[in-house]
């Protein structure tokens, strides 16, 4: 049973520059978060999606989008990278409606130089 | 106030201890409650679910107390592996799906 896969595992970007994060999620899991973890901080959600549309946000700026496919499949997109967006970017998976238990991939590292 | 607020870590114990965990929350209308589990650069893992009459998965019990609004998790002793950051997880019922992470509480065993 295929658990949360991340791609890249690290990424090294430059201020200004765009970045496509992806994620497949557990298998039988419909409903995709995305989180953004700074060091020695909890993760913070950026979006969730379900059914191919956003269905609730936080409190992040248009510069994160994503989007999610057919397969149940993720992107996290970020433009005009800066400095502060140099963080760990978890995706975790759940089933349905209900947001209960959240299962997390193993991340993506992103350096903002 | 922050929605989810943890004991400040970190806490040095040593193996065989009982140490304790508090998370307060703002919500009121919170639903549902959980701990996770986060090693050192890697991805959080649940630990447990929190439920209103209490429960208990091993040397691990967790509390919650509405009124108050507050969740506990007590590790009884404590072993070498129990060493990582422990993080408080709410579910604000009037925030929908946003799923809310404490910043997490480090703990230390050591031999």
């Known amino acids: 049973d295929a658990g949360v896969t991340q791609s890249p595992t690290h990424l090294i970007k430059t201020r200004g520059q765009q970045v496509t994060l992806r994620c497949s999620p557990k298998?039988?899991?419909?409903?995709v978060s995305w989180y953004q973890q700074a060091l020695g901080q909890g993760p913070q959600f950026i979006f969730q999606?379900?059914?191919?549309?956003?269905?609730q946000r936080g409190n992040f700026p248009d510069r994160f989008s994503g989007h999610q496919y057919p397969n149940y499949s993720s992107e996290l997109n970020v433009n005009a990278l800066l400095l502060g967006d140099s963080a760990l970017y978890l995706c975790?998976?759940?089933?349905?409606?209900?947001?209960?238990?959240?299962?997390f991939g193993s991340g993506t590292q992103l350096s903002v130089l | 106030r922050k929605e989810v607020e943890q004991d400040p870590g970190p806490f040095n114990v040593p193996e065989g201890a009982t140490v304790a965990f508090n998370c307060t929350y703002s919500?009121?209308?919170?639903?549902?409650f959980f701990w996770y589990r986060q090693d050192c650069r890697k991805e959080p893992k649940l630990l447990m679910s929190v439920y209103s009459s209490g429960n208990e998965d091993g040397r691990f019990t967790a509390q919650l107390n509405r009124a108050s609004q507050y969740i506990s998790l007590l590790i009884r002793d404590s072993k070498l592996s129990d060493s990582a950051t422990y993080l408080c997880v709410v579910n604000p019922l009037t925030g929908g799906f946003k799923t809310i992470f404490g910043a997490g509480t480090r703990l230390f065993v050591k031999a």
């Open positions: 298998s039988g899991h419909d409903t």
């Open positions: 975790a998976s759940s089933l349905g409606k209900v947001n209960e238990k959240l299962f």
């Open positions: 919500n009121s209308a919170s639903q549902s």
């Open positions: 999606y379900y059914e191919e549309e956003e269905r």
